[in-house]
């Protein structure tokens, strides 16, 4: 039988989040606004497990007398900030174990936390183009399709950050939050193409996921390297100084990432699959509130 993408005491710790972000989006509500409950207009949709703070003006009582166990009335309110959380399927994702499983898990997680505060979800694979996309909401009832979703997917192919930039823009006109998953790494920049899709004003949230590896290859000698995503080759003689060099320049390279989020109202999070999903989510993601 097949492992779930993530398992239920997991899923039960990420019911107390909210996928966060703050920039204002004329005419939309959500994220930020944790209330979710009755009033004019409003319809419900689902329930969740009651968690300290929440307001007692939601709970379900007449569920309390019954089953003894606090649930809160979730509802839904229209129009809402759309959240899209961009995947990269790419080759160099599957290049160090464990490093696209980490990106789906991640994937799935936040799509969870949507779902759980009625959040209008949309995952969008990419690699050279979009990918066939999964739009989810409605509450965490909702999930199971979209664990699925990301348990099919496998990386392969070569990433043109600019070609998927163009398409995002034109696919997805309304703005709203943009949650990309990805190691960074192509035969092209991503750098313009992540300032062009900021300044149609859409909020960028940048998860640059890496393996040791990536950062720090642990390999000595004469190497012949060959691309992931373009076959091209380069043989080069790899020693502690080289190495050195390359993992300053990795570093260099993260550090404009984040600058460029920073610059244009967003925010940039690095993250290393040495760590469990479930560390990144409550350690790094919480402490720069992308989740709270």
Not at 184 to 202: N, R, T
Not at 231 to 248: A, H, I, K, N, P
Not at 262 to 273: D, N
């Amino acid at each position: 039988m097949a492992q779930p993408l993530l398992d239920r005491e997991f899923l039960e710790r990420l019911e107390r989040l909210t996928v966060h972000w703050t920039k204002s989006f004329p005419g939309l509500v959500g994220g930020h606004n944790r209330s979710r409950f009755a009033g004019s207009g409003q319809e419900f949709l689902d329930h969740r497990h009651f968690h300290h703070g929440d307001d007692l003006r939601a709970v379900n009582w007449r569920a309390y007398m019954r089953l003894e166990k606090l649930f809160l009335k979730m509802f839904q309110v229209e129009p809402r900030v759309p959240v899209r959380i961009l995947l990269d399927t790419s080759a160099s994702m599957a290049l160090a174990e464990g490093k696209f499983e980490f990106a789906s898990k991640l994937a799935g997680a936040l799509a969870y936390v949507g779902l759980v505060r009625l959040e209008a979800i949309t995952i969008q694979p990419f690699g050279e183009k979009l990918h066939d996309a999964i739009n989810c909401g409605g509450g965490r009832h909702r999930f199971a399709p979209a664990a699925d979703f990301l348990g099919k997917l496998k990386p392969g192919g070569r990433t043109k950050y600019l070609d998927i930039a163009r398409e995002v823009a034109a696919t997805y006109p309304q703005r709203g939050l943009l949650i990309v998953i990805s190691d960074f790494l192509g035969d092209d920049s991503c750098e313009k193409p992540v300032q062009y899709l900021a300044d149609l004003g859409h909020e960028l949230l940048l998860l640059h996921v890496w393996a040791d590896e990536d950062r720090t290859p642990p390999w000595s000698g004469e190497l012949e390297l060959v691309d992931a995503e373009t076959g091209q080759r380069m043989e080069l003689s790899f020693e502690d100084d080289v190495r050195t060099l390359y993992t300053e320049r990795f570093d260099a390279y993260a550090r404009g990432l984040r600058d460029l989020a920073l610059r244009k109202g967003g925010r940039y999070i690095g993250l290393s699959t040495s760590g469990s999903v479930e560390e990144a989510v409550f350690g790094p993601l919480s402490q720069a509130q992308a989740v709270y």
